[in-house]
């Protein structure tokens, strides 16, 4: 057997063991978040009382708090991992992430406009519904710009410009806000954070991102292909056209109603690809499912470490960044030194 059938071979091995730990990995860590935080409740009593149906503090607290706030983080954290390898795997670009294409940023854009209307305060779920709106209206503006047969760099370029064009909008808002409590609860917002979420928020982001991910994982086949170049791809019948708008379509559907329902969570899909890949070769199809769950075991863990930390709850999507701009940027620097070599 030669070397790189070796090396397959064992990759093929390693995947079947490598989904098991994840996915165990995730299932203690949603245990752990529904036994962690500020109230002093005990899991096992509280999930007594609920399948007793006693309507104790214990069970209202597991159920109206920590479970939505699990449920969020293991959903949230899948559409990223999921989407952050899809879009690597589409642009074949290692420094690619979900915003990339403008999603990420419209739906904060649509966020702040419903929060600077004041319809946040007027409308049930006005919030996570003018983030969705923002999302699906970044696909719309994006193949406006790049065109139909818009190619992979048009892409790119677009999806700069949006989020260009919305991070102006965003702090023009936040400067031309009338009311400084507003202001402040938008910039609250736009840090990202899984607290005060209730199961309304699961149920209402869960069915869009249920379509994102099918319309990604159904792309696994054509972006192997891609991983091989967009001339050979077109040979083996592959529309690249339509696997595009397929992809963009499902991350602004997962990543878009993840963002409405918590704010901007950055970094997550750009690392947890790049963690697994040496694992699993650069087979994009195989990448897929395991950054879902590895993206939930990660943004499960982060939403646990803001509990546990001391002090004021620090904002999810701030403790991602921490995390994820030094991993950012030891990339950059392994890439030049790569090429310097």
Same mark, same amino acid.
């Given at each position: ?55 104790? *503090? %214990? &069970? /209202? $607290?597991?159920?109206?708090?920590? @479970?939505?706030?699990?449920?969020? !983080?293991?959903?949230?954290? #899948?559409? +990223? ?27 904060a ?6 929060f600077?209307?004041? *319809? %946040? &305060? /007027? $409308?049930p779920f006005?919030?996570? @519904?003018?983030?969705?709106?923002? !999302?699906l209206?970044?696909? #719309?503006? +994006? ?38 409590? %507003?202001? /402040? ?18 149920? +209402? ?33 592959f ?16 990543v ?39 993206g ?21 999507g ?14 950059v ?9």
């Open positions: 057997m030669t070397r790189v059938g070796a090396a397959a071979t064992a990759t093929r091995l390693r995947l079947p063991a490598l989904g098991i730990g994840l996915g165990a990995t995730v299932v203690l860590l949603f245990a752990v978040s529904l036994a962690v935080g500020s109230a002093p409740v005990l899991l096992a009593e509280a999930v007594a009382d609920l399948l007793a149906g006693r309507d104790s *503090l %214990a &069970a /209202l $607290v597991l159920v109206e708090i920590r @479970l939505p706030r699990a449920l969020l !983080a293991v959903m949230i954290g #899948a559409s +990223l991992g999921l989407t952050g390898a899809a879009m690597q795997g589409l642009l074949r670009n290692p420094l690619a992430e979900p915003g990339i294409v403008g999603v990420s940023g419209c739906a854009l649509g966020a702040v406009v419903v600077y209307s004041g *319809l %946040a &305060a /007027l $409308v006005a919030l996570p @519904l003018g983030g969705i709106a923002g !999302a209206g970044a696909v #719309a503006l +994006l193949y406006a710009l790049a065109g139909p047969g818009a190619g992979t760099l048009t892409l790119i370029l677009a999806g700069v410009a949006l989020n260009a064009l919305a991070a102006a909008l965003t702090a023009l808002a936040l400067n031309l806000s009338p009311n400084p409590y %507003a202001t /402040l609860e938008i910039v609250f917002w736009l840090m990202g954070s899984l607290a005060d979420r209730s199961l309304a928020h699961v149920w +209402l982001a869960l069915p869009l991102m249920l379509a994102g991910w099918a319309l990604v994982v159904t792309a696994g086949r054509p972006l192997d292909a891609l991983s091989l170049g967009e001339d050979t791809a077109r040979s083996l019948g529309n690249l056209d339509r696997v595009r708008l397929q992809l963009v379509l499902g991350t602004a559907l997962a878009g109603s993840a963002v409405a329902v918590a704010g901007a969570i950055g970094f997550v899909g750009l690392v947890v690809p790049h963690l697994l890949r040496p694992l699993v070769g650069h087979q994009p199809s195989r990448l897929l499912g395991l950054s879902a769950l590895g939930a075991a990660i943004t499960l863990a982060a939403d646990i470490a803001v509990r546990l930390a001391g002090g004021p709850e620090l904002k999810l701030v403790l991602t960044a921490l995390i994820g701009a030094p991993f950012f940027l030891a990339l620097l392994r890439m030049r030194h790569e090429a310097a070599t």
